[in-house]
């Protein structure tokens, strides 16, 4: 058994499964975007350096050749620089096999670090950050209390590329309801070519009880999208994309059809089979809603 102690449900990327996860900070230091509720429960805090340490020396007894660490919880870039480059120097040395160190991080936690931080904590193995962007629209980032703009997300990004910290972002569709979903995808598209990441997934909004989005999809203020729209958004957004070298993924539990493709590279032909499927329409062709998941 692992000597951690983790606190509370933690939460990692799909491509994080085989990554050593260590609790830099607990909970998310926003915690009010209306669709999540992945941290409700956790009042944010850094945590200590001395127990994070603790952990690091004990798991690197137990797993030697660690290669990749996850820093959980959900915005493990909030810790100030210097906390953070101790934690991935003490990693560095306590795996001597480590490849790469990765987090999740919010737009704002990228403006409040300067190109020379993100450069030194790149320096030290800080290999990718996950940004959840969730969309590119004024509007629905106002809506759904996300607390960046467009230009806010773009200019913390850029920061990133600028010191060469590989960003993987995530866009959240059918945030705009029915009615937005053509402006949210235009608008998504126009931003990530803006930031052009190295890596972008998109997930379908599954709306959880109990969330203001929850409400107002319930109340009727926004409308679902169905499984074709939804397919529709995204197709839209592949669409409008003009990116130099990025690894897509739209195959999340949420995701009604699973794509994968590398953009710009595969774009014809990444669009071609969604129009096919959604040409045929064949029965069975999209995921059906009670095998869908978060
Ligand atoms: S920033 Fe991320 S983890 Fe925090 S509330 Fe928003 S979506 Fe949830």
Same mark, same amino acid.
């Given at each position: 058994m692992l000597p951690i102690k983790y606190e509370g449900d933690v939460f990692r990327p799909p491509s994080e499964a085989k990554s050593l996860i260590l609790q830099a900070t607990i909970g998310c230091s926003h915690n009010r975007c209306t669709f999540c509720s992945m941290y409700k429960r956790k009042k944010f *805090?850094? *945590?200590n350096l001395d127990e994070i340490k603790k952990e690091i020396v004990l798991t690197s007894r137990m797993l030697p050749h660690t290669r990749r660490v996850f820093l959980a919880d959900g915005n493990a870039l909030a810790v100030p620089t210097e906390q953070l480059l101790e934690t991935l120097e003490l990693l560095d040395q306590s795996f001597p096999g480590l490849e790469r160190v990765s &987090?999740?991080?919010?737009?704002?936690? &990228? &403006?409040?670090?300067? *190109?020379?931080? &993100?450069?030194?904590?790149r320096e030290h193995k800080m290999g990718i950050v996950y940004l959840g962007i969730e969309s590119g629209s004024a509007r629905v980032l106002e809506r759904i209390k996300k607390g960046v703009t467009p230009d806010q997300i773009a200019e913390g990004a850029l920061r990133a590329k600028a010191a060469k910290v590989p960003l993987s972002i995530t866009v959240l569709n059918g945030l705009a309801g029915l009615e937005g979903s053509d402006e949210d995808a235009r608008e998504n598209a126009l931003l990530l070519n803006r930031i052009d990441p190295e890596y972008l997934g998109l997930l379908s909004l599954m709306t959880v009880p109990g969330t203001t989005t929850h409400r107002q999809f319930s109340r009727g203020e926004l409308t679902p999208l169905g499984p074709w729209e939804m397919l529709k958004e995204i197709r839209m957004i592949v669409e409008g994309l003009n990116l130099s070298n990025c690894t897509f993924r739209a195959n999340h539990a949420s995701n009604y059809l699973p794509l994968k493709a590398v953009l710009s590279r595969d774009q014809e032909k990444l669009l071609a089979s969604i129009d096919q499927v959604i040409e045929q329409k064949a029965p069975g062709s999209l995921k059906s809603e009670y095998l869908r998941g978060l």
């Open positions: *805090r850094i *945590r &987090l999740y991080g919010n737009p704002y936690d &990228l &403006l409040e670090k300067s *190109r020379a931080e &993100l450069i030194k904590l």
